[in-house]
């Protein structure tokens, strides 16, 4: 499929490895974060979320951190595979209802054999 | 569940068409949002409906409209297309009560226009 974004910074982990995905996001006011992972020729999935009052949340091999002091984001992935190689987007969201999520420009994790 | 489902799949139009994109939301969710993606621009909120009635809208001109009926279904349509509306449109749907919850996209509809 066409490439979702044909500049995005790239991380490339050897699998096996943990990867650490990163994210600042723009407004101190958001309150809601998602992030996503998107193959090619597919929409994004989602993969794990965490509300403003969290600083950290986990599942399956996936862990997100929130700093809001630095507005920032992070997703660590453990044993990183070759199914894990796609891009990844940050969400955020603020307000009581609404689902007009604002998304950062996205990383290209790219797990070498 | 049957996850969001998006026709057509492609599409390519001339500049000037017109165009409309429809969204079947999973079972039960009442919001549906449509989102441009492009290489260049990124993803980028186009509006959301819930109930029926839009609820929140992006920053795009009012050739993009959308609507939804009463089975949550959305279409989305562009009118009078332009090159740059070229994009991967996605549609995401949400249950989206009175607290933000995850949306869950379909594999969008990639419009190419010549």
């Known amino acids: 499929g066409e490439s979702v974004g044909l500049h995005l910074p790239t991380l490339s982990v050897q699998e096996g490895d943990n990867s650490i995905i990163n994210c600042a996001y723009s407004?101190?006011?958001?309150?809601?974060f998602i992030w996503y992972k998107q193959e090619s020729g597919k929409g994004p999935q989602f993969i794990i979320d965490?509300?403003?009052?969290?600083d950290k949340r986990q599942g399956q091999r996936v862990t997100v951190l929130l700093n809001k002091t630095v507005k920032h984001l992070s997703l660590q992935i453990a044993a990183t595979q070759p199914g894990d190689s796609a891009v990844y987007f940050c969400?955020?969201?603020?307000?009581?209802?609404?689902?007009?999520?604002?998304f950062g420009p996205g990383t290209r994790l790219s797990v070498l054999p | 569940k049957a996850g969001v489902t998006q026709t057509p799949r492609y599409l390519i139009k001339t500049r000037g068409q017109q165009v409309t994109l429809s969204c079947s939301p999973i079972?039960?969710?009442?919001?549906v949002s449509w989102y441009q993606q492009t290489p260049g621009q990124g993803l980028q909120f186009l509006f959301e409906?819930?109930?029926?009635?839009?609820?929140n809208k992006g920053n795009f001109p009012g050739r993009f409209s959308g609507r939804q009926f009463s089975n949550s279904r959305s279409e989305m349509n562009v009118s009078t297309l332009e090159l740059g509306d070229s994009a991967l449109y996605l549609c995401?749907?949400?249950?989206?009560?009175?607290?933000?919850?995850?949306?869950?996209f379909g594999n969008g509809t990639r419009l190419t226009v010549t």
């Open positions: 407004n101190s006011a958001s309150d809601y």
């Open positions: 965490i509300r403003s009052n969290m």
């Open positions: 079972s039960g969710h009442r919001s």
């Open positions: 409906y819930f109930s029926e009635t839009q609820r």
């Open positions: 969400a955020e969201n603020w307000g009581d209802y609404g689902q007009n999520f604002v």
């Open positions: 995401a749907s949400s249950l989206a009560g009175e607290q933000q919850s995850p949306l869950h």
